[in-house]
């Protein structure tokens, strides 16, 4: 832990309250196969723009 | 005449540097690849194994028989010194090998070469910690082997949760130098899927280590994603994943030494602290090969070619600076070292210094992550120095090809859970991979193009690069057209 350890009164430690946590919504979402056909295109097309990035003639 | 192109190494820059250089030059042009282990590994796909979902079988396969088909001819051996200038009976540059394979072992050879390709990969360097690595304390998922050694670990682990023993686990760094947090990032959120899915979660402790300052760092010094309105860093991603898989964490540590069932860190603020484990997946830090190279006269110049951390030296700048003056610019684009026709490729350049802000603990432990030079880079880089040396055979006079991890992006897909329906995985890009804050000044890399995003369809993202990748490395029809 980068930060002192203090436990909350439910016993556990005072780093899992200071991070975001994601909403039913979001997790949902995660796997929910419509919405992860189209996040499937949109990630495939972002990753293919980052490939032609790659390497270059020498300028 | 042709010429003789050899590559030492046959992971993924020696590979695809071997691969695209038989595809461009003639067959009156020799492409010899020299390598210690005959199986070519899809590493990232280790994870998997080491967690039981795959076979050895699913992520290696023998590469003489397609170097035998596409006419790359294939030594199994390892490269022990280099002689850029040849020798004194010796007029041309050679290479001396000594072979591994059952055969021939321990004979050694001159091997002449045109142009040199090192791409000898990193040296799992397990003793920079006592009481690391899978013949001491703890296991890994570095080589198939580790993998399936870590997998028969974790069966037993369960078992004894099974029976109602509660178990420790440990995932992380083995030392404060090293780098492939990603490595460990995947294998701890993997593990807790499948520990879910074993039904046995709620038996098992998990705590990730690291030598990194912030989760999230991954030895590029963490990025900043466009999420929900806010520009966030990385540590806010990594650490909402591990706390919603109720994983806890140690970070800015370097583990000094290991005991059966114990590891003692030392942390950046020069505490000493012991940590319980049943299973430790431990990864450890890198070194380049043990190559030495010599002059003509036979005067060792390994010192000349090779950093003391044995990565080869290329055309970065390796004047050392303090962190503030750190630049894009210092960091290689050819891969050219002082012999214009030795190149390095992938983990086997030496960096010009780390990526993340360097740290010494109030002790002088040095606790920095290394920087990662994971499969894009290392496929880029392999196919970016074969063009340049196929041009340069063509009567080209310098490399005519850059590929800078100052310039270049990564597209990374970490698995966070393997099941076609239920698991996710964290599907980021980057650019470029080392930040460029000149370019870009107030984060260093561009946000457009730099993204961060959890769910379903980059699991089906990894499994298709599993299958896509071997495809390619096993230079199946159409292989070339599968980016890097």
Not at chain 2, 45 to 60: E, H, K, T
Not at chain 2, 140 to 161: F, G, I, W, Y
Not at chain 2, 357 to 366: A, I, M
Request: aromatic fraction near 10%; proline fraction near 7%; charged fraction near 20%.
């Amino acid at each position: 832990m980068t930060t002192p350890k203090t436990v909350t009164p439910l016993g556990r430690d005072e780093h899992w309250l200071t991070v975001t946590k994601p909403t039913a919504m979001t997790r949902f979402l995660r796997t929910f196969l419509l919405w992860q056909l189209v996040r499937f295109v949109v990630l495939n097309l972002k990753m293919l723009r980052i490939i032609a990035m790659g390497h270059h003639p020498k300028r | 005449m042709g010429s003789r192109v050899v590559v030492l190494g046959s992971g993924i820059a020696g590979h695809t540097a071997a691969s695209f250089l038989r595809k461009w030059l003639g067959k009156e042009h020799q492409v010899i690849v020299v390598s210690p282990k005959s199986d070519y590994n899809w590493i990232p796909s280790n994870i998997w194994v080491g967690v039981g979902l795959l076979r050895a079988d699913q992520v290696l396969f023998p590469l003489p028989p397609v170097y035998k088909r596409v006419g790359i001819d294939y030594r199994q051996a390892k490269a022990v010194a280099i002689h850029p200038e040849g020798a004194a009976d010796e007029p041309s540059a050679f290479v001396d090998i000594e072979y591994t394979s059952a055969d021939k072992a321990g004979q050694r050879e001159r091997v002449a070469y045109d142009f040199l390709i090192n791409a000898t990969g990193p040296k799992l360097n397990f003793d920079a910690t006592p009481g690391l690595g899978p013949d001491k304390f703890t296991v890994s998922v570095c080589t198939a082997e580790h993998a399936v050694q870590t997998a028969a670990l974790l069966d037993e682990k369960v078992e004894r949760m099974r029976k109602g023993e509660r178990q420790k686990f440990l995932v992380g760094m083995g030392h404060g130098t090293c780098t492939c947090q990603g490595a460990a990032f995947e294998y701890i959120v993997n593990l807790e899927f499948e520990l879910r899915h074993r039904g046995v979660r709620e038996m098992a402790d998990i705590t990730y280590l690291s030598n990194e300052y912030e989760l999230g760092d991954f030895g590029m010094g963490g990025l900043h994603l466009r999420q929900g309105g806010y520009v966030t860093p990385s540590k806010i991603f990594t650490e909402s994943l591990f706390a919603e898989r109720g994983i806890d964490w140690v970070t800015r540590a370097h583990v000094s030494k290991i005991e059966p069932g114990r590891v003692f860190i030392e942390t950046l603020a020069g505490e000493e602290k012991e940590l319980a484990f049943d299973m430790a997946m431990l990864l450890p830090p890198f070194r380049g090969a043990a190559l030495s190279a010599f002059a003509k006269d036979g005067t060792d110049i390994t010192a000349r070619l090779f950093a003391p951390s044995g990565f080869m030296k290329v055309d970065a700048d390796y004047a050392a600076k303090p962190y503030e003056q750190w630049r894009a610019a210092d960091w290689p684009r050819t891969y050219q070292t002082e012999f214009k026709n030795v190149f390095a490729a992938g983990i086997a350049f030496a960096p010009p210094h780390p990526i993340s802000v360097p740290r010494v603990s109030s002790k002088g432990t040095n606790i920095t992550p290394a920087p990662p030079r994971t499969g894009m880079p290392s496929a880029t880089i392999g196919k970016a120095v074969a063009r340049s040396i196929v041009d340069m055979i063509h009567g080209a006079k310098e490399p005519t090809q850059t590929a800078s991890m100052a310039e270049m992006g990564a597209a990374c897909v970490a698995s966070a859970g393997a099941n076609p329906f239920t698991g996710t995985a964290a599907s980021i890009t980057v650019f470029p991979i080392v930040p460029d804050f000149e370019k870009y000044p107030e984060y260093g890399r561009d946000l457009n193009h730099t993204f961060g995003e959890i769910g379903l369809a980059g699991h089906w993202i990894k499994i298709l690069l599993h299958h896509l990748f071997l495809h390619k490395a096993r230079m199946r029809p159409l292989w070339s057209l599968i980016p890097e």
